[in-house]
């Protein structure tokens, strides 16, 4: 991925939101929240450009599926990946129209990895994709500034190293 993506959580419960938001910055994704699809559905018209919707299933309201409908009739090129304690079930008694699912309870790495496929980037495996994301994480850190530049300057060196070391 060359390119910052957006990504907008929803999410009900506020520790695991907030978790969330975290491991996708931490990525270098420009990252809104929502605590539930109407705050989500506001969220999409305020900030134009969404590029995936990272949603629970169940929660207060809205479910997730509904909040995907209204969601890809306002943005019909938005990516769309739900999170499920009930992954196995909805595959098989429900479905999935749009996106994919990401079981619950999941690992930061495991979310980050369903996020990147979903946008469509490139195996970590590809010594590109950790330049492009060296990059990435570069302009944040000029855009940042003070100790959480340094941090962000920091992990774009550890990703340039690993390029190095894909390289041979």
């Known amino acids: 991925m060359s390119e910052e993506s957006s990504i907008l959580v929803v999410e009900d419960d506020p520790e695991l939101r907030e978790a969330a938001v975290r491991a996708l910055v931490e990525r270098g994704h420009e990252v809104h929240a929502a605590a539930g699809g109407e705050e989500a559905l506001r969220v999409v018209e305020r900030t134009g450009a969404v590029d995936l919707l990272f949603t629970a299933i169940a929660m207060h309201g809205m479910d997730g599926f509904a909040l995907a409908r209204r969601v890809k009739e306002r943005r019909p090129g938005i990516k769309i990946l739900y999170a499920t304690a009930s992954a196995d079930r909805v595959e098989a008694e429900i479905g999935v129209v ?67 070391k894909m390289e041979g």
């Open 98 to 164: 749009y996106g994919t699912i990401l079981a619950k309870p999941y690992r930061r790495r495991d979310l980050q990895v369903a996020v990147e496929t979903a946008l469509g980037a490139p195996p970590p495996e590809y010594s590109g994709y950790w330049r492009d994301k060296a990059q990435q994480f570069r302009e944040a850190a000029r855009r940042q500034g003070g100790a959480e530049g340094a941090l962000l300057e920091k992990r774009a060196r550890e990703f340039e190293t690993m390029a190095e």
